[in-house]
DNA sequence: GTCAGTTCGTAACAAATGTTACATACCAGC
DNA sequence: GCTGGTATGTAACATTTGTTACGAACTGAC
């Protein structure tokens, strides 16, 4: 990045901290800034109006919200939620600045184009995971998702949870997570998914 | 648009006919021009490695091609098809000139970001029609949004064809018709529905 | 230790979707 | 008219997913 991007972005911006499970974006409260993630782990989860969830992807350091992007340019309140999966340190970067520097650095262009770059990726792989294939492999992608995003070979998280992310019902979850355990795939304990 | 915007637009780009059912952007062939749609009617749609389809969403007039543009800044090939669902005339422009104008035009600047928001709103809104709902209020929508793009209430297409843009099969589909057609909603005759 | 709350396993069943098979209707060309 | 190809209707069945119910195992507070 140009070193006067970085002396802007460092003037400018606020330092912001939240702890595990802690929501950094509500799905009515309309943001005036963009989180930067320093350190740690988000997850923007889309949310339904009668309280359905699906996971989408996870925002990882050195990653920006483009949703947030466009959701404050337009002064809309899209109906989706990002929380930290981990504690997290977050650069928060006032909105108003957004297309001053996207005139001005070529570096904060690219830095941007690529936000929507990826994220318009991992949509797009969330739609072939779910209209694509069947839950045992949606389940499964989810699990390595996870893995590579935390990266640990422990998930520590109970069916219930994993079930709502993936908008079904733990008895199903339970049952796949059986067979993938058979698989040698999984081994199962509680409150604990390791992946082998 | 800036008057400047305008002329560099006018001078840099070409016209470009496509005709119904024509393919705009294929899967692997790398675009090196972000289309803009004058006129018709484009269908986006995903695709999987072994031949499966989703549709997407329709670009209508004054619209572009969110995905083309990172698309081929990144130089990756996503793998998703655009085609002309009625014949269309698009303005083509060199994306090597994109850089350059977000940069220099507050108006364009609008544009791309403004582009990049629908088509985010439309993905999300489209994991939510898989996720959330069943077949058959998927294929409700599906009829509405195709009667909505299209400006018609009848529908030129077969349950096959319908049945690929939604990933299922020709029976599934006569099956959902036939019930909406007793609900009153539609009515059918040969290649050919009818919203009421 | 007891007890309450949580997590997980499993069975039995219901509903939605996918598959196969075949009959019927329609259309275009001859 | 007849004929072959295409589009639709419908039944029977398989598979996948969702639901309800209940028991067993674990955990933490007391």
Redesign the interface.
Known sequence: MEPALVEELLNIGRLKKVSEGGMVMSPDGSMSEMPIVLEGLLKVT?K?PDG?E?F?YFLEGGETC??S???C??G?T???IVTAEKDSILWMVPMTYM?RW???Y?SF?KFV??A??T???E??T???S???HKMDERLYKYLLDTKQATGSFEIHKTHEQIAHEL?TSRVVISRLLKQLEREEKIEQHRNLIEIL
Request: glycine letters at 2%; one cysteine or more; proline letters at 0%.
């Open positions: 889309r339904d359905k699906v989408l483009a949703m992007i466009t959701c340019i337009e809309k899209s109906s989706f297309d996207v005139a001005k070529r262009r184009f690529g929507y770059q994220r318009f990726d949509l797009l969330t739609i072939d779910v209209v694509f908008n």
